[in-house]
């Protein structure tokens, strides 16, 4: 297939912006100019294009970014592209002599979001011209560049139609067995590897049905047989079934009892069931006293502090509700008595009122409706007074400013003897001024005489009412002072404490505990309570327990298997328990028959399956050895097609080589090793120099382009890094002369390699062209 590449349209790629590279050459395209100007960008835009992908990026990523730290964005984005551009790489390529153009390409904004090269894929486009606007994708990417370039494209591609400038030999530093894979595809030995393949798998699957794993279950399942043989039980009486627990269904006590051997062997052992339930048994009435007295300390020893409440309060619960009158008349005492302390306040603000529950304890001659009368008048005449005040305070403050200003007026005006209120005419000035001050006085005497008379007021009252009230409720407090807090507490009790101290009491009045000689009849809080005494006297109801008879498991088998019913505990003899256990003996006798026969059944039946796998195996193997002798022979054959021009290719581009003038391939079937004499033990890559390994695999490569291509095009970036000036010449001379047929395009940092290049082609009337990245971009930079 000629396929020829002939215009590439750049944009926003690596460093490039916009580059239009117009490619007029179909043999021979030298690419020059300085390192950094874009000939590896170039290849890596004709890899991308080709292929979807840029195989060493993806590798560098593998080896140097931490699948979890990985940044979002594309690194072969342009740097400065826009918001909204498109990486772009278009290109016009002739195949066979028609004209196709396409477009790999992908917009910024779906790039940023991306993170991770290996599974990036920037859509094909096929177009109708170089220029012109971009569709849909192409649906289906594989089949048209299959159909472009051939099937197995981009395995063919990286390996004969591109040598890297930076990995030029690693083919060679891989492991021989690598290397046989690498280009097992171009021996079309694909069905007979896949049924390689298939026997390998299946050899894995065989193999683990006959492996170590698998006897030493065989030989477990046979131990299993024999000790199911042993524990065969000899026939006895018949024993017939009979139920031994009413309240709950317990598994073991069914009359079918389909389990394992290994269950019967748990429930009739010594920490099995039917020994527990005949431990429990035994010592049932022991077990039950413990319950009673734990029932009995739960209901009648609870908590100290409820113990004292009730040795406190429960005796006075009846008069709960004369305690409340009390503390009410109480309360009404105490807030009586302070108001009385400033009666002018009290009174003020309403706080001298007699409630009721009061009235018993005022003096005779006290009555609440006359005291209410009393106190209304003294209200009026402080109401009263306090008015005057007011207003005395205001007409004082008026005239001593009208003062004022008179005598002002009088300094800096015509003096005048008129009163300025009233226009009395007075003897003289100081007449006027001795006159109001004479009315001033009278207005305080005023005010002194109303407060003269409140005091009388106040007086009389206290007199007749706040001393007779004083002294009465003074006595009444004195007198109920060290009870108030007893009663209080009382009084504070909810319904539900009461009811409960009433309980209380009424339980230990039912379990015959004398408590009434150990109840508080004083009010004092902090009396002496004897708790003590209560809790000796509930113990002594107690009934006798061992402890030794007592077992962690009691609570559970009476609460699990009896449902706490000591009945049913009752019924339970031990005689009913060994019956039972010989019951579960004989079904186990029958179980264990019908086991052993399972477990026998189970051994042959695996022992035979590892047998059937392991002839299978061996099958496979010989089958295997078969296909891969086959194989073999084959590869071995189909290596003589490229070892001729490979030794060729070799020794012209190494012609000093001091071993020989061409490197043998050999093949064994597995594995490609390259030797510098035939059998040799030693690879070429521990005895040549680099640039000798560039032109080695430059001959590999070049022998399988010229052996397997499917197409015409070729691509060398820089390869002169590691050649010498030998290598060169016989590098171009082998271009020149064996692939005159194909677009070849190479690139190259030295101006006077480029220039050899194209001479050794001009010289043979060859066409050459040539593109000097260098100046593309400084036509570019000087056009912006």
């Not at 569709?135 to 051939?150: I, R």
């Not at 078969?626 to 020794?651: A, M, P, T």
Request: proline content about 3%.
């Amino acid at each position: 297939m000629n396929l020829t590449v002939k215009r590439l349209i750049i944009q926003n790629f690596k460093l490039f912006e916009h580059r239009e590279i117009v490619i007029d050459n179909d043999r021979l395209i030298v690419l020059d100019g300085p390192n950094g100007f874009g000939k590896s960008s170039f290849f890596d835009a004709l890899e991308l294009l080709f292929t979807g992908t840029i195989r060493r990026y993806v590798e560098l990523e593998d080896l140097t970014v931490d699948g979890r730290s990985q940044k979002l964005g594309c690194p072969w984005l342009f740097n400065k592209a826009k918001v909204g551009s498109w990486l772009s790489i278009r290109a016009e390529v002739v195949i066979n002599e028609q004209t196709k153009f396409f477009e790999r390409a992908a917009c910024k904004t779906e790039l940023d979001k991306h993170k991770g090269l290996k599974e990036l894929k920037l859509p094909l486009y096929e177009l109708t011209a170089l220029e012109a606007e971009r569709n849909v994708p192409v649906s289906d990417e594989e089949g048209y560049l299959s159909e472009l370039q051939g099937a197995e494209y981009k395995r063919d591609f990286e390996l004969f139609h591109y040598v890297e400038q930076e990995e030029n030999t690693r083919l060679l530093k891989q492991k021989e067995k690598d290397r046989q894979l690498q280009i097992a595809h171009l021996f079309e030995i694909g069905d007979i590897q896949e049924k390689i393949n298939n026997i390998n798998l299946s050899f894995g699957k065989i193999g683990k049905l006959c492996g170590t794993q698998k006897k030493q279950e065989v030989k477990a399942l046979q131990a299993k047989w024999e000790t199911a043989k042993q524990q065969l039980l000899p026939d006895g009486e018949p024993v017939n079934y009979k139920r031994l627990i009413n309240v709950t269904d317990q598994p073991w006590d069914r009359e079918d009892l389909e389990c394992e051997v290994q269950q019967f062997e748990q429930w009739l052992s010594t920490d099995g069931e039917l020994f527990r339930i005949a431990r429990f048994i035994k010592n049932f009435e022991n077990y039950e006293n413990y319950i009673f007295n734990q029932e009995l300390e739960r209901n009648l020893l609870p908590q100290k502090e409820l113990q004292q409440r009730m040795l406190m309060f429960v005796h006075r619960i009846p008069h709960k509700q004369m305690w409340e009158l009390e503390l009410q008349r109480y309360d009404a005492a105490i807030r009586i008595t302070d108001a009385l302390k400033d009666i002018v306040k009290a009174i003020k603000h309403d706080q001298l009122t007699l409630p009721p529950v009061l009235t018993d304890l005022l003096p005779e001659n006290v009555t609440p409706s006359e005291f209410g009368r009393q106190v209304v008048l003294l209200k009026q005449h402080i109401t009263s007074i306090d008015k005057l005040d007011e207003s005395l305070a205001g007409l004082v403050s008026m005239r001593a400013q009208l003062v004022k200003a008179f005598k002002q007026y009088q300094l800096h005006g015509e003096p005048t003897e008129a009163c300025p209120i009233c226009g009395h005419s007075w003897d003289s000035v100081e007449a006027l001024l001795k006159g109001i001050e004479q009315q001033g006085e009278t207005l305080q005497l005023l005010a002194e005489q109303q407060n003269s008379q409140l005091t009388g007021q106040l007086a009389e009252f206290k007199q007749t009412y706040q001393l007779p009230i004083e002294q009465a409720l003074g006595i009444y407090l004195q007198q109920q002072q060290d009870k108030v807090a007893f009663k209080r507490k009382l009084v504070a009790l909810s319904q539900e404490q009461i009811h409960w101290l009433q309980n209380y009491s009424q339980q230990l009045e039912g379990a015959g505990i004398e408590f009434q000689d150990l109840l508080v009849e004083s009010f004092d809080q902090n009396a002496q309570l004897q708790l003590s005494e209560l809790d000796k006297r509930v113990r002594s109801k107690f009934k006798p327990v061992d402890d030794s008879g007592l077992y962690n498991d009691f609570d559970s088998l009476y609460r699990g298997v009896f449902n706490n019913d000591s009945s049913a505990v009752k019924q339970v003899t031990l005689g009913l328990v060994e019956m039972k256990t010989s019951y579960m003996r004989q079904q186990q006798s029958l179980a264990s028959s019908i086991y052993a026969t399972t477990c026998e059944q189970e051994f042959r039946d695996a022992d035979q399956q590892v047998k059937n796998a392991s002839k299978v195996r061996g099958h496979l193997k010989k089958l295997k050895e078969i296909y891969e002798n086959e194989k073999k022979r084959y590869l071995e054959s189909i290596v003589k097609e490229i070892e001729i021009l490979f030794h060729i290719y070799s020794g012209r581009l190494m012609q000093s080589y001091q071993q020989g003038l061409g490197i043998f391939i050999e093949n064994n079937g597995n594995s490609i090793a390259f030797h510098e004499t035939p059998g040799r033990d030693h690879d070429v890559v521990f005895s040549m120099s680099s640039g000798q390994l560039s032109a080695l695999v430059l001959s590999f490569t070049l022998a399988l382009n010229q052996r397997y291509a499917k197409h015409s095009l070729l691509l060398i970036d820089d390869p002169v890094q590691t050649l010498d000036e030998i290598n060169v010449a016989g590098f171009i001379e082998l271009l020149r002369t064996e692939f005159s047929n194909r677009q070849i395009i190479i690139s190259t940092h030295e101006d006077r390699m480029s220039a050899y290049f194209r001479y050794k082609y001009k010289k043979f009337g060859m066409p050459v062209g040539r593109i000097n990245f260098m100046e593309q971009a400084r036509l570019v930079f000087n056009t912006q």
